[in-house]
């Protein structure tokens, strides 16, 4: 990811102004405004690490919010070349250092603390996601269950994971579910009009709950089909109609899937499969950020 741009950096400053990072009251009254001190931070957990793009841009962001000189806000952050976003830590780990001046570092240590666990937290689910289809042509997605405002960020970490995104908004893709056939008239009707006026290079993906949803949707030329909430048998006799046409349809399942039975959906011979509990029930990674003085 590129760390360095309006969307992510809005995110990042909203995070620090949202503590106040900048109007630290107990750190300007105890700590010597020119002390530096060096901080490092562990994996207090086996994780997959997501975010240590972020820790140089929280500082750069906070020295434009912080009053105090810029010889105070020079920093440098160091990790280990074996250590970046996707790859594999233990617990006790160091993930990276970071040299700066000791009241920015305890300014910033909770907000870059909060974005990598969380983050982290997702890479490390979806990780033990993908780790179950190995060996098998699925892939695991996310979906849209995302936290107001952090989508971008969550998606990557998603990515970090080994899953693959599924759409970013709803302008990402035309996917015509439950709600949608209900409101619109029937499978044959929202099928039609959606092919007939969606804009050139827009796939059409239908989610279908039974047989008699899949037919319907194959006869009206849906090119993606959504199986949602059907059960592995169900799935793989759903993928074997599909394969009787001629024509590739891409499929999808979706609904009741968990670490237990993700595989099962995935021997069936279904592409992909989306999960949102990649994002909207990951557990924060458990990492700490200890600091010292530096002592000249």
């Known amino acids: 990811?590129?760390?360095?741009?309006?969307?992510?950096?809005?995110?990042?400053?909203?995070?620090l102004l949202e503590d106040k990072a900048a109007s630290d009251t107990t750190t300007n009254l105890t700590i010597d405004a020119d002390l530096r001190a060096t901080a490092t931070i562990i994996a207090r957990q086996?994780?997959?690490?997501?975010?240590?793009?972020?820790?140089?841009?929280?500082?750069?962001?906070?020295?434009?919010l912080d009053a105090r000189s810029p010889a105070q806000s020079r920093f440098e952050v160091i990790s280990h070349p074996e250590i970046f976003d996707g790859v594999r830590a233990h617990a006790g780990q160091t993930l990276a250092v970071i040299r700066h001046n000791a009241r920015a570092l305890l300014s910033c240590e909770r907000v870059i603390l909060n974005l990598m666990q969380h983050l982290s937290g997702i890479a490390t689910l979806t990780r033990r996601f993908a780790d179950e289809l190995h060996g098998t042509k699925a892939h695991v997605l996310d979906t849209r269950k995302t936290?107001?405002?952090?989508?971008?960020?969550?998606?990557?970490?998603v990515l970090c994971?080994?899953?693959?995104?599924?759409?970013?908004?709803l302008s990402d893709g035309i996917l015509i579910k439950n709600n949608h056939i209900s409101l619109g008239g029937g499978i044959a009707r929202v099928?039609?009009?959606?092919?007939?006026?969606?804009?050139?290079?827009?796939?059409?993906?239908?989610?279908?709950?039974?047989?008699?949803?899949?037919?319907?949707a194959l006869k009206y030329g849906a090119e993606?089909?959504?199986?949602?909430?059907?059960?592995?048998?169900?799935?793989?006799?759903?993928?074997n109609r599909i394969r009787e046409e001629k024509r590739w349809i891409p499929t999808?399942?979706?609904g009741g899937i968990v670490l237990d039975n993700i595989r099962a959906y995935a021997l069936t011979g279904v592409e992909f499969i989306s999960v949102g509990a990649l994002t909207h029930s990951a557990k924060a990674a458990d990492m700490s950020m200890r600091i010292s003085a530096e002592h000249s």
């Open 191 to 216: 099928l039609t009009r959606a092919l007939a006026e969606r804009m050139p290079g827009k796939r059409v993906q239908i989610e279908v709950r039974s047989p008699e949803d899949l037919e319907e």
């Open 1 to 15: 990811m590129e760390w360095k741009n309006r969307r992510i950096d809005a995110l990042l400053e909203q995070a």
């Open 46 to 64: 086996e994780l997959v690490v997501a975010g240590i793009g972020c820790i140089p841009r929280f500082f750069e962001i906070f020295a434009r």
């Open 252 to 254: 999808e399942a979706s």
């Open 161 to 169: 994971g080994g899953g693959a995104n599924h759409r970013l908004d």
């Open 224 to 239: 993606a089909i959504l199986l949602d909430n059907m059960t592995p048998e169900q799935a793989s006799a759903s993928i």
């Open 147 to 157: 936290v107001p405002g952090l989508r971008a960020l969550e998606k990557y970490a």
